[in-house]
């Protein structure tokens, strides 16, 4: 299923299913966007980062999509994992910002076992 | 893993009362970084940092003040602490380029009654 990270604050999936978590970013001028993991009771944890200038960038287990036309970005979790539970951020570097982030208001991803 | 710490992760004080919030990082990031974060939603920042001896206020008014006579520490103070300061502080460092992102602390959850 599909989560809009600002309107739907949550994501319910069974383990083993593939995630995919939205987000709707401010700037048409931003360079950089940063998706970040924050377990309960910790700080946020980088996953994964993508540049402007591309659209589309694959980690471990994980994919960005970047799409500038409509200025969203996607989070992709491939067979989703009791422990990727977390709230996931967005963040945008705003060009001419002094390279402050702004961040997304979160998704709660859950996983069902 | 970053190395960036956070003392204490827990604090409870009653109103009135000046705290401390430590951040310590031992990358030699030149930039650091104040957000602060009510549960469930997104981090705002408060304040940063380019390095020593320069700090500034960021787009979350805080009455909060911080300095930083050191690289690897940004302390943030309260003054006079007030429940409407209650809420979790992170601190975050990095190098700044465009295209860095920030590393985060555990961060402190802070309680006024």
């Known amino acids: 299923g599909e989560s809009v990270g600002l309107h739907l604050p949550t994501l319910s999936v069974q383990e083993g299913d593939n995630s995919i978590i939205n987000c709707a970013y401010s700037?048409?001028?931003?360079?950089?966007f940063i998706w970040y993991k924050q377990e309960s009771g910790k700080g946020p944890q980088f996953i994964i980062d993508?540049?402007?200038?591309?659209d589309k960038r694959q980690g471990q287990r994980v994919t960005v999509l970047l799409n500038k036309t409509v200025k969203h970005l996607s989070l992709q979790i491939a067979a989703t994992q009791p422990g990727d539970s977390a709230v996931y951020f967005c963040a945008e570097n705003m060009a001419g910002s002094n390279y402050k982030l702004t961040f997304g208001k979160g998704t709660l991803l859950t996983v069902n076992p | 893993e970053a190395d960036i710490y956070q003392t204490p992760r827990y604090l409870v004080i009653g109103t009135g009362k000046k705290i401390t919030l430590e951040c310590s990082q031992t990358m030699g990031h030149d930039k650091m970084y104040w957000y602060q974060q009510d549960p469930g939603m997104e981090l705002h920042l408060i304040h940063y940092s380019y390095g020593v001896n320069s700090t500034e206020k960021g787009d979350l008014s805080s009455e909060s003040t911080v300095s930083r006579i050191r690289t690897e520490h940004f302390p943030l103070t309260l003054e006079s602490a007030r429940p409407s300061h209650t809420s979790q502080y992170l601190c975050a460092s990095n190098w700044g380029f465009s295209t860095d992102t920030q590393y985060f602390g555990p961060g402190t959850r802070l309680t006024v009654l």
């Open positions: 993508i540049r402007s200038n591309m």
């Open positions: 700037n048409s001028a931003s360079d950089y």
